[in-house]
């Protein structure tokens, strides 16, 4: 855990800023998907899960807000981090990988969706997912695992209820079809670049 060294160190960022002159800020990406790769590599760091998950877990905190409350990351930093894991999971296996993987980011997406004024999905966001959290939420209740009967039933009867709540609404479909990728990874790099004091040093 890099961050736990950093905090004995007296540096409380979870990330780092890095030193970066003005001249260098700008990525020289034109495509726009390599740009939000290029800003996510040189301002977050490969490693940004890993060590943000491991602050979660040893401070035993349930949002990503809770770390920007205690001075662990910047406003920017989890807003970048927030949508660009939510868009990969988007991208990677669509809404429902996302809420079995990190449900409990729904609201800190939400709240980030707002923040670069993507309401609709916003909205979208926060209805589909208040379905399917009270489905995990009885999944997590059932005793066993993959190995027992009736888990794997509990299991198969939790994929069909999540899979029927997002068809069931326009929401859930917008979701499901993914087609808000585009320009949400477009106004992310926007918020980037007008925000560089939230991500970096100037060098």
């Not at 209805?127 to 005793?143: G, K, Q, T, W």
């Not at 888990?151 to 979701?175: H, I, V």
Request: hydrophobic letters at 40%; aromatic letters at 10%.
């Amino acid at each position: 855990m890099n961050w736990l060294k950093r905090l004995l160190a007296g540096d409380q960022l979870i990330l780092p800023k890095p030193t970066i002159r003005e001249t260098d800020f700008l990525s020289p990406e034109t495509d726009i998907e390599l740009r939000i790769e290029d800003y996510y590599d040189r301002l977050l760091g490969g490693f940004a899960s890993e060590e943000i998950w491991a602050a979660l877990d040893a401070y035993k905190l349930d949002s990503l807000r809770e770390l920007v409350a205690k001075g662990l990351l910047t406003e920017g930093q989890m807003t970048f981090f927030c949508l660009e894991y939510f868009r990969a999971q988007i991208l990677n296996g669509g809404f429902l990988q996302f809420m079995g993987n990190a449900a409990f980011m729904s609201a800190d997406v939400v709240f980030c969706l707002r923040k670069l004024n993507q309401t609709e999905i916003a909205d979208d966001v926060k209805r589909v997912a208040s379905e399917i959290i009270p489905i995990l939420r009885h999944l997590d209740s059932v005793p066993g695992d993959a190995r027992n009967s009736e888990f794997r039933s509990a299991m198969r009867r939790a994929n069909t209820e999540m899979k029927d709540a997002m068809l069931s609404s326009t929401a859930g479909q917008r979701l499901e079809a993914g087609t808000f990728e585009p320009g949400l990874v477009l106004q992310m790099v926007k918020y980037v670049e007008r925000n560089p004091e939230e991500f970096c040093k100037a060098g």
